[in-house]
């Protein structure tokens, strides 16, 4: 029995350097850390606003439309692309868009149990100030 206490006491597994790694734990610094130099008041934090693109699909609630939006995503047992619909309520305060109309969903804070988005215009390329090519008028041509 001594001899096993003896044996036991000799085979202290805190001094052998093959628990934990190669070295012992207590020979580890804690690892260095700089100093924050950035002021937390300077910089915004940066959020990415949710916006989708879609259909008005019914608009017979006051100052609200049913928005759907139709994205591709892949299938997934065969990994074809497939158009997936989605319907949102969105939030229209001057009851604007009529069932048809593509309309712009910006995330806001939840207005109801359903709606957290605002249904907003769609700006088209001309509405942005942008000629079109087919607008354009063709330029005379110098003949020599």
């Not at 597994?13 to 580890?28: A, N, Y």
Request: glycine content about 4%; some cysteine; aromatic content about 4%.
């Amino acid at each position: 029995m001594a001899s096993l206490a003896s044996s036991l006491q000799s085979l202290k597994l805190s001094s052998s350097p093959f628990t934990h790694g190669s070295t012992p734990l207590s020979s580890l610094s804690k690892p260095i850390s700089f100093p924050n130099t950035r002021k937390p008041g300077l910089v915004p934090a940066i959020r990415a606003m949710k916006t989708m693109q879609g259909r008005v699909v019914c608009a017979t609630n006051d100052k609200t439309v049913a928005v759907e939006v139709t994205r591709l995503a892949p299938h997934p047992k065969y990994k074809r692309r497939v158009r997936m619909k989605k319907k949102y309520q969105a939030h229209d305060p001057e009851n604007a868009f009529k069932v048809g109309d593509v309309v712009r969903l910006e995330k806001s804070r939840p207005i109801s149990k359903t709606k957290s988005f605002v249904a907003l215009p769609v700006l088209k390329r001309n509405d942005l100030g942008i000629p079109m090519e087919s607008q354009q008028q063709p330029s005379p041509v110098a003949q020599g």
